[in-house]
């Protein structure tokens, strides 16, 4: 193919077939972009009223926060009285019914929406900021698939589902009960009942110092769901004549709740260290779908059992979150079963499960030995490859005086 068969493409032609663009002046071409310029420009500005941080109260990586006591105050009633919104309705749930002319399985609905919120919030707002090679939707795909990795979090995760469903279930229809025959109390009296579960939070660090650190998480498990057993039953079969029985079922179930909880959390928190917020994502969403079911259900049976009906349901969800916690025993590393023994004394006291310690160390050793295997095979190898070249450096020598002679 010579020249002239090229056409357009060469030669002059190809400046001809080149098309010509209109011309645009320079403010012409400028003008889209200022303007969208001073459009993100004031977006920013909004953003930054918005979001405006006082210097004193950023993240300094050369000062970082120190967690005091006043700031441990401050975060505690932060906290309460966030999740006090969920319960704040439970006192006036028959002035509700009663003034929206609806029932009383009815009415449940605005404290079981409100729970189902918090659960939903707690899965979906989660994001640790030690795993950020993960997005999104795989972190939460990741709790998931934690659950499969470690009986023991889908252990504490059952029982924190079936142990905080009595407790809904419990001050939701309690309203009911206190409200009616032959109680006939104010929604203020029904509200103070409240306060029994500072008193039961009294025994808390007692127990704590005295039994939780000296066992494994275990049996002080065991111990709180036997108290929430005792407290439903005392206040299902007696609180219809006497109001003992829920005095003692809001001190007992509130007591034993709050030990199985932080025992539970102790025994989750050691299976993995760097994931912990995804741990306590899947505990803390076992149980408030736990609250949720049990405000859901308590007041159905409520309307069709009453008092005893609802009460005896609980007295089987908390029956349930004990054979959850016999089928597999402290030291068990399966799925089911008591292999390790029966002791329930702490192998390792500094620990906060008894055991992790014991774990940690052998691990440790293991990778020490590793270490030293790579160590002796690295000394071993570069030993080889100075022989190597010694032998090399001899055999030229050799050549080299035979080629000289």
């Known amino acids: 193919?010579?020249?002239?068969?090229?056409?357009?493409?060469?030669?002059?032609?190809?400046?001809?077939?080149?098309?010509?663009?209109?011309?645009?002046?320079?403010s012409e071409r400028s003008s889209p972009t200022i303007a969208s310029t001073k459009e993100r420009s004031n977006w920013r500005k909004i953003y930054d009223i918005l979001t405006y941080t006082p210097p004193r109260c950023r993240w300094d990586p050369e000062r970082p926060p120190q967690f005091s006591m006043s700031m441990n105050v401050l975060f505690a009633f932060a906290a309460g009285f966030t999740v006090a919104n969920l319960y704040y309705s439970h006192p006036i749930l028959n002035i509700l019914a009663r003034d929206f002319g609806v029932k009383y399985e009815k009415v449940a609905q605005i404290p079981t929406v409100m729970q189902a919120g918090y659960a939903a919030g707690l899965l979906f707002l989660y994001y640790p900021a030690t795993n950020t090679s993960l997005n999104y939707f795989r972190l939460l795909w990741s709790i998931v698939q934690m659950l499969t990795r470690h009986p023991v979090l889908v252990q504490a995760c059952l029982a924190g589902f079936f142990t905080s469903s009595t407790f809904t279930s419990f001050w939701t229809t309690l309203t009911f009960l206190l409200a009616g025959a032959p109680y006939f109390y104010s929604p203020?009296?029904?509200?103070?009942?409240?306060l029994i579960g500072i008193a039961a939070m009294c025994f808390g660090?007692?127990?704590?110092?005295?039994?939780?650190?000296?066992?494994?998480?275990?049996?002080t498990v065991l111990f709180g769901l036997?108290?929430?057993?005792?407290?439903?039953?005392?206040?299902?079969?007696?609180?219809?004549?006497?109001?003992?029985?829920?005095?003692?079922?809001?001190?007992?179930?509130?007591?034993?709740?709050?030990?199985?909880?932080?025992?539970?959390?102790?025994?989750i928190y050691a299976v993995e260290p760097k994931r912990r917020n995804g741990v306590?994502?899947?505990?803390?969403?076992?149980?408030?779908?736990?609250?949720?079911?049990?405000?859901?259900?308590?007041?159905?049976?409520?309307?069709?059992?009453?008092?005893?009906?609802?009460?005896?349901?609980?007295?089987?969800?908390?029956?349930?979150?004990?054979?959850?916690?016999?089928?597999?025993?402290?030291?068990?590393?399966?799925?089911?079963?008591?292999?390790?023994?029966?002791?329930?004394?702490?192998?390792?006291?500094?620990?906060?499960?008894?055991?992790?310690?014991?774990?940690?160390?052998?691990?440790?050793?293991?990778?020490?030995?590793d270490e030293e295997m790579g160590a002796e095979d690295k000394v071993l190898e570069e030993i080889g490859a100075e022989k190597d070249i010694e032998s090399r450096l001899r055999d030229e020598r050799v050549r080299g005086r035979s080629y000289d002679e």
Request: charged residues 15%; contains cysteine; hydrophobic residues 45%.
């Open 205 to 219: 660090p007692i127990w704590a110092r005295n039994v939780t650190d000296k066992f494994v998480p275990h049996m």
């Open 280 to 369: 306590n994502t899947a505990f803390m969403v076992a149980t408030f779908c736990g609250q949720l079911m049990g405000t859901a259900a308590g007041n159905h049976i409520y309307a069709a059992a009453g008092w005893i009906g609802s009460g005896s349901a609980s007295v089987g969800f908390v029956g349930g979150a004990i054979l959850v916690m016999m089928a597999r025993g402290p030291w068990e590393t399966r799925w089911f079963g008591w292999r390790g023994g029966w002791s329930f004394k702490k192998k390792d006291k500094m620990s906060a499960d008894g055991k992790t310690g014991e774990v940690s160390s052998v691990v440790q050793g293991e990778e020490g030995k």
């Open 188 to 194: 203020l009296v029904i509200g103070l009942f409240g």
């Open 1 to 26: 193919m010579n020249s002239d068969e090229k056409g357009p493409a060469a030669g002059a032609g190809a400046e001809d077939a080149t098309p010509t663009l209109p011309y645009t002046s320079s």
């Open 226 to 267: 036997f108290c929430c057993m005792l407290g439903i039953c005392f206040g299902t079969y007696l609180g219809t004549f006497t109001v003992a029985g829920p005095v003692l079922q809001a001190f007992l179930l509130d007591f034993g709740m709050q030990t199985a909880q932080i025992a539970n959390r102790s025994a």
